[in-house]
């Protein structure tokens, strides 16, 4: 493959992550507000997160294992989904597999000491979480449900 042929593609992934993030920051702006804070509640992050990753002027691309939670948390219509699929594929073409329905997921709410401080409290949430995720994923093969 020629130099110029990589660089057109190139910019052609880069044009296509700027559309499907606009596409993206439409749907949080139709969204009621508290959208932006729900989401990074699920990342266990802050709103300012969900603010940078949604600006088509950042080229970072949204990592595909996010999807699912930012459909479900952003309330995609079918419609929405697929268009916003269309242009996800279009810019990461090796990344996208076809992934089979992700399996119910329920919500469980706990209750744990303030550590005094943001900082604290927003790496306690992230441990708590990424140990939730990792303890799934480890006992998914053992569900008779999956």
Partial sequence: MT???????????????RVYKQLLRSILDQRPSGT??????????NRSFVSQFSNPCYKTPIPSRHLG??????????????????????????????RHPDPAKRQLT????????????????????EFAHSATTLLRPFSCCV
Avoid: W
């Fill in 110 to 129: 706990i209750e744990v000491l303030d550590l005094g401080e943001k900082t604290k409290n927003r790496e306690l949430d992230r441990l708590i979480m």
């Fill in 69 to 98: 939670t930012i459909f479900e948390a952003c309330y995609f219509s079918t419609n929405q989904k697929r268009d916003f699929m269309q242009v996800y594929r279009a810019a990461h073409p090796q990344r996208v597999t076809e």
């Fill in 3 to 17: 130099t110029q042929l990589k660089r057109v593609r190139h910019r052609h992934r880069q044009d296509s992550v």
């Fill in 36 to 45: 932006r804070l729900r989401v990074a509640e699920k990342f266990g992050k």
